[in-house]
């Protein structure tokens, strides 16, 4: 690794040219004048966002987590094991790491030493959690970096040379379109060496009647992870977004095979944000999208890792089989 990933740092890191209230606003500025209108799910990750995921993931309705967790507590051993020794686990999106915890100890016992590199854009959460996990597990080194994935793996692999196994755990690569899901692993996939792998949380298509409740619970939380989107823009840009104005909107596109959450406007009215000098018009029922969460079949799966330069190698399922973790190993680019 480079001297200035030298452990226990977390690296708070951005952009060099933009700060991140600046792309913020560049973001929210494009996604307002768009048609239709649209929000970065990037950015619900602030503090009470980041917090208010944590409810969610404890909801009776939202399986993900809990099947998830059942997944690595009955194979985190065989998970371990698939790895060569001593495997440097790259994490993106680890927020508070609480999951992974399962798959650390499991390296430990199998490696003595382990190698954790968390990658989060929240840099709060992820001090936060590296200090935990350093008190927790003292023999674990840890390199956190704050900042967006593409930022943060190219740290971390730029001068790297053991295996690597870069995990994406929760269903994550739900967020991006099958496009975009299969050109950002197809990137990961030539800046990795042949005996790397991903680690893959990846959730699977099943009723609406299953899907819709998880994004749309009746305690109301995920309308307000939803609209803290609105919060935050208002606190960081001086937005004046009324939250009684928009409602939280969950359905499920079956042909699609993805969630699509939204802000729906209850009225028509205009919006001041102070930051950029904009109004915003809004009609009546006018959706603002804020989130797709993509849903997999086994073929889906098998071809977004061909289309990215990767095979399935093992997978392992809960036991509804509604929830994969999927192990992705290169194939050779090496021309015959």
């Not at 099947?67 to 985190?76: A, D, G, H, N, P």
């Not at 793996?153 to 001068?159: A, G, K, M, R």
């Not at 009746?218 to 989107?229: D, Q, Y």
């Not at 001041?272 to 009546?284: E, L, R, V």
Request: proline letters at 3%.
């Amino acid at each position: 690794m480079t001297e200035t990933l030298s452990q226990p740092v977390v690296i708070k890191a951005q952009h060099p040219e933009i700060s991140p209230t600046e792309s913020f606003a560049n973001d929210v500025l494009s996604g307002m004048q768009a048609s239709p209108k649209r929000l970065s799910s990037v950015y619900f990750y602030d503090e009470k966002g980041s917090q208010l995921f944590e409810e969610i993931c404890d909801l009776d309705e939202y399986y993900l987590t809990r099947k998830e967790t059942e997944i690595l507590q009955r194979s985190s051993g065989e998970i371990i094991e698939n790895l060569p020794r001593n495997t440097h686990l790259v994490e993106l999106g680890s927020g508070s790491s609480t999951k992974t915890r399962i798959l650390l100890e499991a390296a430990l016992s199998r490696f003595d030493e382990t190698q954790y590199s968390p990658i989060d854009i929240s840099s709060e959460m992820l001090a936060s959690s590296a200090k935990d996990l350093k008190q927790r597990y003292p023999e674990l080194k840890i390199e956190a970096i704050a900042g967006r994935y593409e930022f943060g793996l190219e740290q971390i692999l730029q001068n790297n040379d053991s295996s690597n196994c870069i995990m994406w755990l929760g269903s994550s690569i739900g967020n991006l379109t099958r496009k975009e899901a299969a050109d950002f692993l197809g990137n990961i996939r030539l800046k990795i060496n042949g005996d790397d792998c991903l680690l893959l949380g990846m959730d699977l298509r099943k009723d609406a009647e299953i899907l819709e409740p998880a994004y749309d619970d009746k305690m109301g939380i995920t309308a307000a992870f939803n609209l803290n989107l609105l919060d935050r823009i208002n606190a960081e840009l001086g937005g004046q977004f009324k939250l009684d104005d928009f409602r939280h909107k969950a359905i499920y596109n079956v042909e699609e095979g993805r969630i699509e959450m939204y802000l729906v406007s209850e009225k028509d009215h205009e919006v001041h944000i102070d930051h950029f000098d904009k109004t915003i018009p809004f009609k009546k029922n006018e959706n603002i999208l804020t989130e797709y969460s993509y849903k997999y079949s086994q073929s889906e799966i098998i071809s977004l890792a061909e289309l990215s330069g990767f095979y399935l190698d093992k997978q392992w399922l809960d036991d509804s089989g509604w929830f994969s973790l999927n192990c992705f190993k290169p194939i050779d680019l090496t021309p015959a």
